[in-house]
């Protein structure tokens, strides 16, 4: 667990762990994307070898693994692509809008007010009264931040809470829907059975010798 000197260095701290997940969770969603892509491209060649397939078990276990593929893809699709856009990079924006930005906001006006106070009594001829109010308005600052830090805990938690549960919802639904197709295709390609393709292709030698005589 992270210790901090002061309230505002978690301010800090949470825009440095906002710009990592965005960083994170952009990333993955990317390269699902692309990972989709190279998927699709897998289906169509296995599509296409079956024209080269001669043996009817292998070749209803190619054709079992290109829907399985398809399949996956539009789960892909669903869950990560289009679902982790909304649910996922959209809360991420929420975020940086709702929870990030008003607490910046304040905590940069903190900042500013005690640098005021500091060059109010750094000036060659001090003004009291400048000092005095530079140091009223640093008061209110801080009680306004101090404020907004309760809240802003809360809903930082929640919201890192909410956003990670969705992102593995959305990777666990689809893990799931892929167990579910690539468990069909493996029982199909289960039942290729290589012996047999053996048999079929003496039966074809014989075949073509006593054509070539």
């Known amino acids: 667990m992270a210790h901090f000197a002061s309230i505002e260095e978690r301010v800090d701290a949470f825009n440095e762990q906002l710009s990592l997940f965005t960083k994170g969770l952009t990333g993955t969603v990317e390269q699902q994307k692309k990972m989709g892509k190279k998927s699709a491209i897998l289906k169509e060649n296995i599509k296409e070898s079956l024209k080269n ?99 802003f805990e809360q809903t930082r938690v929640e919201d890192v809470k909410t956003l990670l549960t969705e992102y593995c919802n959305s990777l666990l639904y689809y893990h799931c829907k892929s167990i579910e197709q690539l468990t069909i295709a493996l029982s199909a390609l289960g039942k290729v059975d290589s012996t047999k393709a053996k048999k079929m292709m003496d039966k074809a030698i014989k075949k073509q010798k006593l054509l070539d005589r």
């Not at 008003?102 to 900042?111: C, E, R």
């Not at 308005?137 to 101090?146: E, H, M, N, V």
């Open 53 to 151: 397939e001669p043996f009817v078990d292998l070749e209803t276990a190619l054709r079992a693994v290109q829907t399985a593929l398809a399949e996956i893809e539009r789960e892909r699709e669903k869950a990560i692509t289009t679902r982790m856009q909304g649910s996922v990079l959209g809360k991420l924006n929420e975020m940086d809008e709702l929870v990030k930005r008003p607490v910046l906001l304040a905590a940069k006006d903190l900042k500013s007010c005690r640098k005021k106070v500091e060059r109010e009594k750094k000036k060659a001829t001090v003004n009291e009264k400048a000092v005095l109010d530079a140091r009223k308005g640093l008061g209110d600052s801080q009680q306004a931040f101090y404020n907004k830090m309760p809240a």
